[in-house]
C-alpha cells in the first residue's frame, strides 16, 4: 500500500512559479517509480513527469518539458513548476507505480499508475 498527499497548489500570476509536494508513505513507497498528472475541468487526465524507482530516468510531456522539473527527496516527490501559463490551470494529481511495474507505453497514461493522491488546485491568472 501506497498513501499519497499533494500540497503546494494555489493562485499564481502567469510567468510565476510554484513547486508543488506529495508526500507518500507505505511499505511499498521505497520501490516506487512516482509521477505527476493533471487535469482540467472536461479534460482527460494528462501525463506530467515520472521518476524512475532508482532515480536514474525521468521521462517528460512535451507540453511541460522545459519549464516543469520532477525530483524526489526521501518521502517526498516534487514538481516544480516554472513560467507558468493560463493553459495549465488543473488539478494536479501526483501517482505511484509499484511493482511488478508497468510496460514503457503506460508511464504516459492513468493505467500505469496504482496509487493516487487527492489532487491539488493549481490555477494560473493571465
Known amino acids: 500500500q501506497v498513501q499519497l498527499v499533494e500540497s503546494g497548489g494555489g493562485l499564481v500570476q502567469a510567468g510565476e512559479s510554484l513547486r508543488l509536494s506529495c508526500a507518500a508513505s507505505g511499505r511499498h513507497f521505497g520501490n516506487a517509480a512516482m509521477a505527476w498528472f493533471r487535469q482540467a475541468p472536461g479534460k482527460e487526465r494528462e501525463f506530467l513527469a515520472r521518476?524512475?524507482?532508482?532515480?536514474?530516468n525521468t521521462w517528460y510531456a512535451n507540453s511541460v518539458k522545459g519549464r516543469f522539473t520532477i525530483s524526489r527527496d526521501k518521502d517526498t516527490v516534487y514538481l516544480q513548476m516554472n513560467n507558468l501559463k493560463p493553459e495549465d490551470t488543473a488539478v494536479y494529481f501526483c501517482?505511484?507505480?509499484?511493482?511488478?511495474?508497468?510496460?514503457?507505453?503506460?508511464?504516459?497514461?492513468?493505467?500505469?499508475?496504482?496509487?493516487w493522491g487527492q489532487g491539488t488546485q493549481v490555477t494560473v491568472s493571465s
Open positions: 501517482a505511484a507505480d509499484t511493482p511488478p511495474y508497468k510496460i514503457l507505453s503506460d508511464y504516459y497514461t492513468p493505467r500505469g499508475y496504482d496509487y
Open positions: 521518476y524512475s524507482q532508482r532515480g536514474h
